[in-house]
């Protein structure tokens, strides 16, 4: 069981937007900072978004995030096939004596 | 452009110590503001933290877990690693290293290695 929650799997066509939700609490997303990654099959987790809404340098404006209390969310827009992967998001959480959490991450699938 | 590199057995038997090292190229390990961490992905779940190392020396673990990881540095050799002993099947994940920045409310890595799968059967 993730500390955050997530849906298991969200569909769109492709050039359509799509939006993946993070669910919290105050000890984690609602008290600090929200990171998005993309997991592509076999492959590392790359981070797509920083401190809820910041882009490394090379991640493109089509991804986004955005937090609202203890909720963050990742939308991508104009869809492509390269774009099915799985979604985590992450934050640090105060409790016990403070620790990385993860969500249990977003399967996209693009139709 | 910083690259790490996971290294260690596939295969370890119940019970036994498991150590993983990981490499980390195009950047020195022992620069500040670093946090050299271990996180695993159980197959087929999400991503689980294990812990961190920074300033070379400091380490801090996830409390949710057993206290059986260890984390440490080689400076000279630009390499940390992570044991983790009495291991069980439970453990059976692919081991990532990462460099991440965790202060001032926010924890996230950009530099990932590849993974490495370990096995845990006798």
């Known amino acids: 069981q993730s500390v955050l929650t997530q849906p298991p799997s969200v569909s769109a066509a492709p050039g359509q937007k799509v939006t993946i939700s993070c669910s919290g609490t105050?000890?984690?997303?609602?008290?600090?900072?929200v990171s998005w990654y993309q997991q592509l099959p076999g492959t590392a987790p790359k981070l797509l978004i920083y401190d809820n809404n910041k882009r490394p340098s090379g991640i493109p404006d089509r991804f986004s995030g955005s937090k609202s209390g203890t909720s963050a969310t990742l939308g991508i827009t104009g869809l492509q096939t390269g774009d099915e992967a799985d979604y985590y998001c992450?934050?640090?959480?105060?409790?016990?004596?403070?620790?990385?959490?993860f969500g249990g991450g977003t399967k996209l699938t693009v139709l | 452009q910083v690259q790490l590199q996971e290294s260690g057995p596939g295969l370890v038997k119940p019970s036994q110590t498991l150590s993983l090292t990981c490499t980390v190229s195009g950047g020195s390990i022992s620069s500040g503001g670093h946090y050299w961490s271990w996180i695993r992905q159980h197959p087929g779940k999400g991503l689980e933290w294990i812990g961190y190392?920074?300033?070379?020396?400091?380490?801090y673990y996830n409390p949710s877990l057993k206290s059986r990881f260890t984390i440490s540095v080689d400076t000279s050799k630009n390499q940390f690693s992570l044991k983790l002993s009495s291991v069980t099947a439970a453990d059976t994940a692919v081991y990532y290293c990462?460099?991440?920045?965790?202060?001032?409310?926010?924890?996230?890595?950009?530099?990932w290695g590849q993974g490495t799968l370990v096995t845990v059967s006798s």
């Open positions: 105050n000890s984690n997303i609602g008290s600090y900072y």
């Open positions: 992450g934050a640090w959480d105060s409790s016990l004596s403070g620790l990385w959490v």
């Open positions: 990462a460099r991440a920045y965790c202060s001032g409310g926010s924890c996230y890595s950009g530099y």
């Open positions: 190392i920074y300033n070379s020396v400091t380490t």
